[in-house]
């Protein structure tokens, strides 16, 4: 048995913890400092809250009861993408064949159809016990929407694996439902100000355009802040979403077609470079892997070291298929590409 799953076992029976259950490993210790730490103990002092109310609760008149997750309908307020390679579920789903559900899911019954229930946490401990067409055990509790968004963004909390996208998009929908900036900063353990940048971040950036980027779990606030500032340019973003359909941008992983749809969105930027300015380019982890020089007779690039010279061989090789590229993407349906 894992070190998580034998705490997540205990936790009902255990003094309090500042997480509450999870369906996957425990974020390894960080090392934070004085002032941070500080800073924290407000954001995490709900969390602690609901943790000892639902412990409580357990050891007293609630109790675990098997559902058929026929009848469980996901939260209301979705916190995630879909995965395109969720080897982490195949594991649970593996463990829970093997050894059964060892961890109750939180739910409660559903607002306007009786005999079905909403889940608070647990989603894919119910997706599992689905296809292995096993009851699922739960715990049903009366949760008003706040509720259950904050027992939503405690398992998050734990987990710590939402991607800084997943983030902005939650807070937003949060936002658009009319829930408050009080209750999206709970679920999330964020304050105020990092709150404001989520949701600015998800308001700028097309749906469809995050959508087909995906969760991009490498890529931090820094680099989506910056497309969402290029996105203010109807042009800029023209042209993102004019490379988000093309098949070498879907067949690529999440981080790389964000690395492609920022590239696009700063492509005019670079062609219209001031002669003399040098404008640097980043792969998705944000590493130098390129300059772009402009001058008045033509445009250079200068490749890094040390992946220049087999990038180089590679861009010589997939030179005419990437022009063919640059030719439809420009063309568009015969029309310009900025109308």
């Known amino acids: 048995m894992s070190k998580r799953t034998d705490t997540i076992r205990h936790l009902f029976a255990q003094p309090p913890s500042p997480m509450l259950s999870a369906d996957n490993n425990p974020p ?9 730490v500080r800073s924290m103990k407000e ?47 195949e594991a649970l789903k593996q463990s829970i064949a093997e050894s059964g559900q060892e961890i109750p899911v939180l739910l409660r019954a559903h607002g306007t159809v009786p005999g079905r229930y909403q889940t608070a946490f647990g989603h894919r401990r119910i997706r599992a016990a689905r296809l292995l067409g096993r009851q699922v055990k739960a715990i049903v509790r009366a949760l008003n929407d706040d ?39 709970q679920a999330l353990a964020i304050d105020r100000a990092e709150a404001s940048k989520l949701i600015a971040v998800a308001k700028a950036v097309p749906d469809d355009l995050i ?18 500032e290029l996105m203010r340019e109807k042009a800029a973003t023209k042209r993102a979403q004019a490379v988000a359909i093309l098949p070498a941008f879907i ?33 998705s982890a944000g590493l130098s892997i390129a300059e772009i ?35 439809s993407f420009e063309t568009g349906d015969g029309k310009s590409k900025d109308n």
């Open 28 to 36: 390894e210790p960080r090392r934070v400092a004085a002032g941070a």
């Open 43 to 89: 954001s995490f002092s709900e969390i602690e809250r609901e943790n000892e109310v639902l412990r409580a609760r357990v050891a007293g008149s609630e109790q675990v009861v098997e559902i058929d997750p026929a009848l469980i309908d996901p939260s209301p307020f979705a916190d995630r993408f879909a995965q395109e390679d969720d080897t982490a579920f």
């Open 147 to 185: 509720e259950l968004i904050v027992a939503q963004g405690v398992e998050n909390s734990a987990r710590e694996d939402l991607s800084f996208i997943e983030r902005a998009v939650f807070a937003f929908r949060l936002e658009a439902a009319g829930r408050s900036r009080a209750v999206i900063q």
């Open 211 to 228: 959508h087909a980027i995906g969760k991009a779990p490498k890529i931090g606030r820094g680099r989506w802040q910056e497309l969402a």
């Open 251 to 283: 067949s690529a992983d999440s981080d790389e077609r964000f690395a492609r749809a920022l590239g696009a969105a700063k492509r005019k930027e670079a062609a219209n470079a001031p002669a003399g300015q040098i404008v640097e380019i980043r792969d």
């Open 293 to 327: 020089r402009a001058s008045e007779r033509d445009v250079k690039v200068r490749l890094a070291k040390p992946a220049g010279s087999a990038f180089a061989q590679f861009l010589t090789a997939r030179l005419p298929e990437l022009f063919e590229e640059f030719r």
